[in-house]
């Protein structure tokens, strides 16, 4: 169990891509959009959504997700408003870990709309970091508490048991949920 934003969540929570696109359909509208997340990092992925469909309330300002991946060994979730500059994001590894650093693009607040406007995004920048952390600490197979592992080159957060499995010959079994239409899987 963790929480993300004050509520806990149940990380055995079976839920999909597909499941998190029907529900929450707006979230999903860039056609540019890459999605390629590990099965176990789904729940966080649900509750993220979930926590952004609620702070913006009946007014959905042309938000979507334009990418969401694994980076340095953690998920990373990135977004966009319809009609608006995105900032800047910019990871550097360093021996320590990742620093992670949001370069806002220059706005003028001329209005209560603007200031409204930069609360949202603020708000949904920190609960999408906030869901990054969790990333740290869930199996990104299976959804069980897990820590970082180097391994033989990527850093892939695993539990005790997928880490053992990684170590064999045969590896880990696919853990990749994407987005695509049924006719992409057709040879």
Not at 3 to 29: C, H, I, V, W
Not at 34 to 60: N, S
Not at 68 to 91: A, E, H, I
Not at 158 to 177: D, I, K, S, T, Y
Request: proline share 4%.
């Amino acid at each position: 169990m963790f929480k993300l934003k004050g509520t806990e969540m149940n990380t055995q929570q079976a839920t999909s891509l597909k499941d998190l696109q029907a529900r929450y359909p707006y979230q999903f509208k860039d056609p540019e959009l890459g999605i390629a997340l590990a099965k176990g990092w789904v729940v966080v992925f649900a509750q993220l959504c979930a926590d952004v469909d609620q702070v913006l309330g009946q007014d959905k300002r042309g938000f979507h997700w334009s990418q969401v991946k694994n980076k340095f060994g953690s998920g990373r979730f990135y977004f966009q408003f319809t009609g608006r500059q995105p900032d800047l994001r910019l990871d550097i590894q360093m021996p320590g870990g990742v620093l992670s650093q949001v370069v806002p693009f220059e706005r003028r607040i001329r209005s209560d709309q603007d200031r409204s406007f930069e609360q949202v995004k603020t708000a949904i920048q920190r609960l999408a970091m906030l869901a990054e952390v969790a990333t740290k600490r869930v199996c990104l197979v299976c959804g069980k508490e897990a820590s970082q592992d180097a391994g033989t080159g990527y850093v892939l957060v695993l539990c005790p048991e997928h880490r053992a499995q990684r170590q064999q010959p045969e590896g880990l079994h696919p853990f990749w949920e994407t987005l695509r239409d049924d006719k992409d899987d057709e040879v």
